[in-house]
């Protein structure tokens, strides 16, 4: 029902910034809920951050003081904003995307984009 393509990945410094982009392939104010995950070698994949098409957002702990999750509903896109970035941050960042079709919710996933912090 979507396809979802990330952006913004890269290889930065500790303590700078970059801006994820994931752009879906149709309206996301038809999309439920809209989030990244994040996976690092070895380790399972978690929730960093989420928000509703309602606006209602929520971001994990670890990491609530520096990053922020945001959408541009006419560019059709989702964003993450990370700032004072730490080692810890890297892994590949995976958009996911959850749609109520024929009464049912469907989950839809990214390939991802890596980002790498350097110490």
């Known amino acids: 029902q979507v396809q979802l393509l990330e952006s913004g990945g890269g290889l930065v410094q500790a303590g700078g910034s970059l801006r994820l982009s994931c752009a879906a392939s149709?309206?996301?104010?038809?999309?439920?809920?809209m989030a990244w995950y994040r996976q690092a070698p070895g380790k399972q994949r978690d929730l960093v951050a989420r928000i509703a098409d309602g606006g209602r957002s929520y971001v994990a702990d670890s990491v609530k003081d520096r990053f922020t999750i945001f959408r541009d509903n006419n560019k059709n896109t989702m964003y993450l904003q990370m700032n004072s970035l730490q080692p810890e941050d890297t892994g590949v960042y995976l958009c996911n995307a959850l749609m109520y079709v024929e009464a049912a919710m469907r989950g839809y996933w990214g390939q991802g984009t890596q980002v790498t912090v350097s110490s």
């Open positions: 149709r309206s996301i104010s038809s999309i439920n809920v």
